[in-house]
């Protein structure tokens, strides 16, 4: 039982950090426009196809060292990832920036929906189901034994790339000039730019910053679980994002790397407790988790964890 348990918390932390990665993207983007980037789930997927093309096509997987094909794939997600998002704020946000919420709202969902079946005519093939094992190779396959519990060696890998993408972004918005200059816009949008800020190059920055995240979380998902793809891949784990970033208290950095992990902890337990309850599948239901966590968040405290109190009017 401790080896399960072990193992689910290595999974639950996984999964959160995959989470935390796309939620960051979410509440940076609320931060300073406030605005949900309902496609922010569909680059994600745009990530994990990049990452795949990558690894099956556009590199000879036999003449490169498994990890150093890891951190090309990464590198790629990553910068295609953050193209795109750049793109999606140049031409789909940035005409409606003084448009109504509705309007922008609105556009979100038709950029998401642009991107799940226009891709259909760009991604024509999808990968096998064991993506990961042919990515990463022997070296990556042999597992980990810690404590008599055999680690996989890509979910350590993912909780270590998570967690050095997470220590730059702290330190680039707590300590550099343009993270200075991300949170006054945040602050407030219009005196930001009465001091000389210039806001459309913050806003692209931001775009730019958290596409590239939720591209690394969409490669390193892919690899790590090798999950076939579609180009609705990033449906479900955008919703969760979304959540983990409500919950940790939306526009909070460190709010969304907690929600992501509390999310991914809380669908691991579940399928730790499963063979507990005989008679009732309780993982087909682990999805429902996220969902039961926001309404208990929206009930109990709508601002989430690290949110501001919500002022009534």
Known sequence: MTEQFIQQLVNG???GAIYALIALGYTMVYGVLRLINFAHGD????GAYLAYYTSMQWVNRELINPYALLVIMLFVSMIGCSLLGLLIERVAYRPLREAPRISVLITAIGVSLLLEY?????FKTA?????????RGAAMQTPLVLFGVAIDKGQLAVLSVTL?????????VTNTQTGRAMRAVAHDFDTA??????????????????SALAGAGGMMNATALGTPLT?????MPGVKAFVAAVLGGIGNIPGAVLGGIILGLAEAMVVFADPFIPGFELTGYKDAVTFVILIGVLLVKPSGIFGSPVEKV
């Open 127 to 135: 990968p096998p189901p064991s993506i990961a094992e042919e990515v």
């Open 13 to 15: 932390l996984m999964l």
């Open 193 to 210: 730019a009465l001091m000389g800020i210039n806001v459309d190059r913050i806003v692209a920055i931001t775009f730019l910053i958290g």
């Open 231 to 235: 180009t609705f891949y990033g449906l």
């Open 43 to 46: 680059v994600y997927m745009v």
């Open 118 to 122: 226009g891709g259909l005519l760009v």
């Open 164 to 172: 050095v993408l997470m220590i730059l972004l702290w330190q680039f």
